[in-house]
C-alpha cells in the first residue's frame, strides 16, 4: 500500500467525493452495512502487516468482501465508535435491547425482538414528530415493525407446511369416498322427485274429497238437529232418532276432517326417510328494482358490495353518480 494519506479517499467519501472504487480493492476508513432488512454494523477496514484487514461489528471478517458492500456508505469514526459501543446510529432507531443469547426457538425470538421494538416504538409515538430525524426514524421503524411481520409470515408458512401437506394429502385420499356417496345419494332423492310429486297431486285429491264429505256430514248434523228440534211436530222417539243421527253425522264429520289433514308423501322406513320440502330461493327478474329496494332496506351486504365496487371504479379513474372521490395523504 502506498506511504501516501491511507485515509484519503474515506476522507474525501464523507464530504460527499466517492472517488474510484472496485469490488475487492478496498480502501482505509470507516463504514457500514447491513444485511437486506437488517440493522447496520460497523465495519472497519484498515491495511496492517502487508494484508488488508476489517472488523465487521466485533468480529474479524473478510476485507475485500467487506469493502464490496460498505464502500458506499461510509461513516465518521465518532459514529462507528457509538455504533461498536452500542449506542447505535444517529440516523436509526435504536436496536432493541434484547441482546445476542436469542432463543434457539424462530418464534421465542422473534416475539422477543418484536416486544423490544413495540415499546420503543411506543415510546416515542408519545410525542408528536417535529424534525427531519424523527420522520426518518419512524420511517425505518415501520419497515423494521413490517420486517418483523414479514418473517413471521414466512415462518408461519414454514412451520404449516408440513400440516398443510399433510392435510392437502388426507384430503385427497377422502376426497371421493366423501364426495361421490353424497352425490349419488343426491341423485338417488332427484330420482324420486317425480313419483312423490304424483304422491303428493294424489294426496291433494284425497284431502280435497275429505273436507267435500266433511261439509257434507255437517250439513246433514246441522239438518238433523234442526229436525230434532221440532218437537211439536214429532213423536218422542221420532225427535230421540234425529238426535242420535245428528250425533252420528257429528262423529262421521270429525272423522272426515281428520282424515282430511295433510299427508306427507315420503318414502324410506324410520331412520332412512325421505319427504317432499318445500324449498325456497329467489328468481331476480328486475335487477334494478331488486337493488333499489335491498338499497333502501339498508341491507348490510349489499351496502358492502356497493362501497366495494365503488371504490374498485374510483380507484380506475372512473366517475359514478352519487359517489364521492375522496384524496387523503398518509404515510406508505
Known sequence: MSQENPWAWWQAA?????GPMHEGDPRQGYYRTRFEGGQWEP???WFENDQWNAMRGERMVD???AWNFCRTHPVTYEAYQKAIEGAGWDDEPPAPAIGHNLPSDPFEALTLEYQAEKEQAE??????ITTQDQADKAAIWSKRLATIAKKATDLHKVEKQPSLDEGRRIDDKWRGLKEEPAEVSK?????MDAYLQEQARIERERQEAARREEERLRREAAEAARKAAEADQQSEAERQAAIERARQLEQEAAAKAKEAEAKNASAGRTGARVALRTFVSARVNDYQAAATALVLMKHPDILAIIDQLANRAIKAGQSLP???RIEEQRAA
Open 43 to 45: 465495519v472497519a477496514i
Open 14 to 18: 464523507l464530504e460527499g467525493n466517492i
Open 187 to 191: 341423485k338417488l332423492k332427484r330420482h
Open 123 to 128: 415510546a416515542f409515538m408519545k410525542t408528536p
Open 322 to 324: 352519487g359517489v364521492e
Open 63 to 65: 476485507a475485500a468482501d
